[in-house]
């Protein structure tokens, strides 16, 4: 139950708040800047966390991902399971990435700093990052069990007093592909706590605070309080939804459960689809990270994420299904899956709050993974990530090509072909894939991709759903495009266009499997669009017209799907339009 507040006064309260944020911001600006690998410095594909000495998560970096940020929350505990508070010293440090105990995947790493002063520990600050490589298979959904995925780190030091666990780094340098990478952004996670405890350090100073609990405890209870609040407003009752996405060799099932009861909520997923034999199932600290987060955009947006946000929630998946799997199920693309979990809430939720939720997205990202070596044999490996269109909100489009729910950044392709052999031969957003609606889906984008800085074939990775299944729109608005990939020869023509003849030389492969490639074989890519919100035939004609002139929207497809006709300036014939528009709607009545 949520405690009661203590002596802090509302203004003593936001100043020291936000000196928490800038602490924690600094943090993460910290290790981004330090760190060596694209998927961090570029995409910012991390978290950066405090908690107090108890353990309990009390702020978070504005820039992260829910995967990391709320499955850090829990991760803590087993930490100190490990190594129990009152063993540690100045100068430790700790380290994992067992997936079932933090973020899910052998890539991203946790590490954890406890923070002294004056030799009394005042908090905790921890951070997670995708690293470039963790040996094993390249980053793939392939592997049949978990031990193909890489080095398993147990919770263990990676410092001790300061000093660095040798024979850890000696494991690691040996197993990974790029070792030089690899310890420099763990020497850069590391570099960022400190950052982030020395700031603390100085703001305690500074307001001479004996601790940080009493400031933990009022913004842990009134996270809590505002939580249960919004939960209130929603009416009581279950709501039911599921979805149907593509898996890796045939289609998996979400189905979840949301009993709304007072101010508390239970998100129950039984009737998931089992476990997969390839590396897409998802373990329960993931599963919990992404429905608390779905749970928290419909809901409180403006409540932060921390030990009290999570209380009035409660989350359960049979042992055994894709969101609850068991080791030693594989599991490195575990986002394929997990990231759909905010959509199956909202679709439960739209029922009881429509105005609150989203229409369905692209919802994964889109990653695309490369291993090879350049023309004169250095290796590399480059991973970026891609993102489709966002679902329409009940008053707004859908974003275009924007990372949903994951919240990590493109990576701009001067700093892919500086650092690998390809090359961009096309990125433009895709017009016709944002679902149609009074609020139109967000688009996807083309993009097309080739090996020109090296004569040899090379792997590539993608992590691609929605090929089949495409975004689902609310309250009679239209599904988004679905996603498209092949392989193509250059000597076919020029590629990216829907519609166009692909020749004969093009391969179609599964769109989770790793595949060899050929220099100048083009990889085509057309993300998926984001489902519409409400009644296309409601959108304003003059919101279609600019559609049609950004190429969002074809003027074919503003006839079919808006019932709105343009003259041949591109200025709509009113009277043609409401015609149409009347005899679309006497149609559907009928």
Partial sequence: MVKALSHIDPLTLEVFWSRLIAVVNEQAAALIRSAFSPTVAEAGDISSCAFDPRGYLIAQAVTGTPGHINSMARCIRHF?????????????VLITNDPWKTSGHFHDVTVVTPIFRDRQLVAFFGNICHLADIGGRPFSADARELYEEGLFIPITKLFAGGAPNEELFKILQANVREPEAVVGDLYAMTAANDVGGERLIEFMDEFAMESVIPLADEVIARSERAMREAIARVPDGVYRNELTMDGYDQPVTLAVAVTVRGDEMTVDYDGTSPMSGYGINVVMNYTEAYTTYGIKCALAPEVPNNEGSFRPVT???????????????????????????????????VQAVPDR???????????????????DGRRFSMLFFNSGGMGARPNKDGLSSTAFPSGVHGTPAEIVEARSPLMFVKRELRTDSGGPGTYRGGPGHWLVIKGVGTDKPYRFSPF??????????YNGGLPGAPGAYWLQRVDVGSVGVAGQDE?????????????????ETEIVMGL?????FGDPLARDPELVRADVQNELVSRERAREDYGVVF??????????????????????SS
């Fill in 80 to 92: 100190l399971d490990v190594y129990a508070a009152e063993t540690l010293a100045p100068g430790d």
């Fill in 315 to 349: 989350i359960t998946a049979p042992p055994g299904c894709i969101l609850n799997c068991l080791p030693p199920a594989p599991v490195a693309a575990r986002h394929i899956v997990g990231q759909w979990l905010p959509a199956a809430v909202h679709g439960a939720l």
């Fill in 357 to 375: 939720v989203i229409a369905e997205g692209s919802l994964n990202l889109w990653n695309t993974q490369f291993n090879g070596y350049h023309a």
């Fill in 464 to 473: 691609f759903d929605r090929t089949n299944n495409p975004a689902r729109g």
């Fill in 503 to 519: 020749g004969s030389f093009v391969e179609r492969p599964n769109p989770k499997a790793t595949v060899w490639v050929e220099p």
């Fill in 528 to 532: 998926p669009g984001g489902g519409g």
């Fill in 567 to 588: 003259d041949e300036l591109l200025n709509a014939d009113v009277a043609e339009t409401e015609r149409l528009r009347a005899e679309r709607s006497t149609h559907r």
